[in-house]
Structures are given as C-alpha cells and as structure tokens.
C-alpha cells in the first residue's frame, strides 16, 4: 500500500445524519453546522438547509470552510407533496417546494443535489408513475441548469422508505428517459446502505449504475430485527449490532467501485460518510472510528488489488 484513500477519493461526511436532530430543527442544524465544517478529514459537506431562517448563515460557513457542498433535498413523501402523484396540483406543489431547495443548493455553492422519488404507489401503478417521475426530475434540470447537476438516490421499496424508485435498473432507466427528453445534468447516486434494503447485492447496484454514478454514500442498515429502533433505512453506523454493514462488506464495496471506474487513477471523485454517531459516543469519536473502519478497508483493498490501488 503506497497511497492512501485521500488519493483516490474526496471524503464527506453528511451533517444531518451526524447530528440527526437537525432535520426537525433549525436552530440545532445551524448550530451544530460548524462542527461538521470544521473537521479536516473531509473535503465534502453533504447537506440541507430546513428554511430560509438561516440560509445565508450557513452559505457564508460553507464557503469560508473551502469545503464543496453537495445539496441533498429532503424526500418529498410529506401531506401534499409527491413527484410523481396522479394529481397535477400535487406535482405541481412538488416541483415548486423542490425549485426552492435548488436555489438553496446554488447559494451553497453546491454543483450536485441529491433528489428522490415519492412513495412506491404500488405495482399496477410504478410504470405510469415513473414516466411522471422522470418529467418531474427532467423539469427540476432544467430549473437548476447545466451548473447544477442532479443525481437521483434509489431507495427500497419494501422495508424503510418504501419509494418509487429503485430498484438500481429502474434508477438507471429514469436517468435515460430524463436524457431523452433533451435534458444532461442529471445522474445517480449510491448509497452503501440502501443496496442491502434494495434486495440487491453490491456487484449488481454498481454494475447496473456504473455509467450514471456521480456520487457515493457510505453506511449500513438494520433489516433483521424489525424491534431494533434503527430497523430500517435509519443510517446505522458501519459495525452496529445487528447491522448489515462493516468493514468487509466495505471492501467489497469499494472494490466494486474501482472495478467499475468510479474510483481510478487521477480521479478524486466524492465520497461521503453518511451515518448517525454510534450509540454512546460523540459526533467526533464516531467520525474518527469511521475513518479508522475506512483506512482498514483500503488496507484490504490495496492487498486484493495489489499495486493497482
Ligand atoms: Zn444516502
């Protein structure tokens, strides 16, 4: 092992899953913000901003921190919001409440913001709804411009979110149907801990989502053991009883990457942490075992590739 993985990639961490009270709270988000910004591990900040209380605050801490940010939208699962609803006024609600996390998004200085599909409506209705679907994400594109790429995140439909979209192949047919309809910046994200709950395996989601990746989540999840509190697609730290995720299954992951071309030489493509702290440890504790699970797996990773990491 000659080089490290700050070679191969640019790391994140997401805020609001470091600090998982700050999806309901404003005043925590902004508070707890500069902690995230200033640990140096990382070179990316994956996050929202919750209301316009404190967008400027915040846009001002990103950017005086030189770390890019990477906008993730809040799902739009709430009363009155789906993106791809039979009802056009549900839509239309939909695609106003997203353009204003867009705008967020370019104030960060983001170049990338994560979006999803509504709620899976079920089978008889995913074919017709996907083609909503793929309107809805290709008008957000156009909204956002060529400096604002979006990337879709496919979720399960079976255990946690119970989404639209994906499975993997379904993400990726979405990303074609939005570039047939004339439209570039958009792609796919993948999240390490959705593969599991997707009921696909590591090799299948990368392989089937190599040419659109944009971007990369790293976590687990809990799908054995519906009483564990964090069952679900709940962001589990890596080696959490009971958990899908570990460091293993992180070389496995990253392995995969490489093989597709997402990690390579003179690329630094992101790469973000996106996990809750572990139970009975701080925020910074919790972020310096991640990074103590990550050098292992690279440690592996070189081994199996041999010279080529
Ligand atoms: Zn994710």
Redesign the pocket.
Known sequence: MTRGWQTYMRLGI?HHLLFPRSFESAETHIRTLPQVLAMDAFEVVDLFILDESYLDQAAGLVAQSGKQAVY?CPLMTGPGFNPHSFDEAVRQATLSEAKLHMDRAKLLGARMA?VASGSDPGEDDRAKQSILFADYVAELCRYAGPELELII?PFDRSIGKRLLIGSTPEAAAIVELVRKLGVGNVGL?I?M??VPLMEETFDFAIRHSAPYIRHV?L?SCVMNNPSDPLYGDMHPPWGYPGGENDVPELVQFLCGLFEVGYLGEGKRPTVTF?MRPYPNRSESASVALFIDKLEEAWRQVALKRGKSV
């Open positions: 997401n993730n994560v995140e994200l999240d801990g959705h989540h976590g996106e």
